[in-house]
């Protein structure tokens, strides 16, 4: 392995099984908009999905926040779970079993570990898949505070007139926010699925964008609040509320509100479908340490310093279980856009497919941040990472 620098940060060129994700001659394939989603080119597809689709800039402040760096990487060792072999690693051994691009741990404002591998560096925006479900209701949760919203108790249909009379129209931004407004839409990742119909109209740029997007999702199965059921589309509609609500880009209120407040040290992006309405369920991207900020920022309960930049009160109802894991079958709970932990101590975590993940305990303030190129939407490799993050709340968190 690679030495670390002087930073301690570790750069390695390559990875597990370089040549299953594009491994070349000096690199790694270059992904293009068709192929962009095969594990043959996600190394370099989801580290540069904002040069491949249309994208808006996330504009980062004049003010970096530092990071502090631990005098030496931790020692760290994990119990692999039996979908993964079984078997004690250590954090080194992970990394060689793991298609990850990019890690990050740290404490407080310390980072313990920075690892980079498959080429990738701290200049990559890495994209967030459903992380950014979460960053979406912490927004929503801000328009709430300025007014722009009156209540998630209102109606979509009030924000957006264009859903008056449609079954998303007629849902409380409640059971949006927790998954649960009962209409019907699959999403199994087969590229036949509901998703995948979502995905062709915004992503894919295949529908005039912003409402038109989710128009064709308009069955409702159960009452609203009365089962979880994970909807993409629930996200987007709370996109296009935000957006209608506060009458501007979402990239923007996102950037004066969190991105230059936690003193990010680069720009973010999210793509955008046709109409420049921000993909809201999806595609964020930013570079791993300003993930760990804003990782950071949810240790904390929303402060940076003396300022509460997320209101205590929603985040903590956000990140309470309004759903249980027995009741998502996911072994997660699950409260607004966000994923909580079965023994309910506090922990929640902000999930993507494909291994994207950050992992956040406040009670220690302990934040991981994890990117990868995992080569199924469903791999069970997940497993393993959340392995790992239970090593680092035991061994790190004293």
Known sequence: MPA?????VVFQASG????????????FTQATRSNWWQPGYSVDGFSRLDEIWPAAMVRRGPVITPWRRAAGEPSLSYEAPPQSGGGRFTLAQYLQRNPTTALLIARGDTILVERYQYGRNDRHRLTSFSMAKTITAVLIGLAVQDGAIASIDDQAERYVPELAGTEYGRTKLRHLLTMSSGVAFREDYDGTDDSARLSRATLGQQSAGGASAVLAFNQRNAAPGARWSYASAETQVL?????AA?????VDYLAERIWQPIGAESEASWLVDRSGQEITYGFFNAVLRDYGRFGLLLANDGRIGDHQLIPAAWLKEATRAHFSGSQTGR???????TWVFPENDGSFALLGVRGQAIY???????????MAVRPNARDAGGAETIALWRAVKRELGR
Do not use: C, S, T
Request: proline share 11%; charged share 20%.
């Open 4 to 8: 670390p620098n002087a930073d301690g």
């Open 16 to 27: 597990p099984e370089p040549m299953r994700y594009g491994g070349i001659a000096g690199g």
């Open 239 to 243: 996109g296009l509320v935000l957006r």
């Open 246 to 250: 506060i009458r501007r880009p979402i």
């Open 331 to 337: 072994w997660f709970g699950y409260g607004f856009q």
């Open 360 to 370: 956040v305990d406040p009670a220690r303030k302990l934040v991981m941040v994890h």
